[in-house]
């Protein structure tokens, strides 16, 4: 397949963030659902999704973007084959700088054929999806790809910045869109 006309090679980079701790790793840890009712009262556990949390120092730590980041690998951990996480999404995996964007979805790309949805956790945008690349053990689209979603879907501000993001962090990436080379090719 090498040499192959549109067949881009998976680039896999591996993220050390916390896990998601759910409901059931918390129960099987000994916490009843009242402790962590309490711990979440109390502030030592921080709600991130419905049966999700992260610990306090964990969220402060990360801060927003790094916290939508453990909640996008986690939800990418469930996709199936053909789906992949994007948008914003996508770029917080990939690393790119992101400012003054909503962070309250997940975004996932799947095939066409299925509906989007909205719901009050993902968003879910019917599309072809073309250059996937693998982080974290998790399906994304590619930083090219990523781009472009955010330029097509963000304030044009908030998508120069990632987009500039993505040209420091990958200067010589190769880009399948319009059959450029390098990302600087995506407008």
Known sequence: MAGSVGVVPRRIVVVTDPNILTNTSLT?????????????????????????????????????????RVRARHVGATLGPEEAL?????????????????????????????????????????????????????????VARTVVDLARTLPKEQAVIAGDSALRLHPGRECPINGGSGLASVS
């Open 28 to 68: 099987v840890a000994g916490l009843s659902d009242t402790d962590i009712r309490t711990a979440v009262r109390t502030g030592a556990l921080v709600r991130v999704g419905r049966g999700c949390y992260l610990h306090r120092c964990d969220v402060d730590a990360l801060g927003p973007v790094g916290v939508h």
């Open 86 to 142: 994007s948008h914003t999404s996508a770029a917080a995996l990939h690393g790119l700088e992101l400012w003054d964007v909503p962070l309250d979805l997940v975004h996932i790309s799947r095939p066409a054929t299925r509906r989007g949805r909205v719901t009050s956790q993902i968003h879910v945008h019917p599309t072809e999806l073309g250059d996937v690349a693998v982080v974290d053990g998790v399906s994304v689209t590619s």
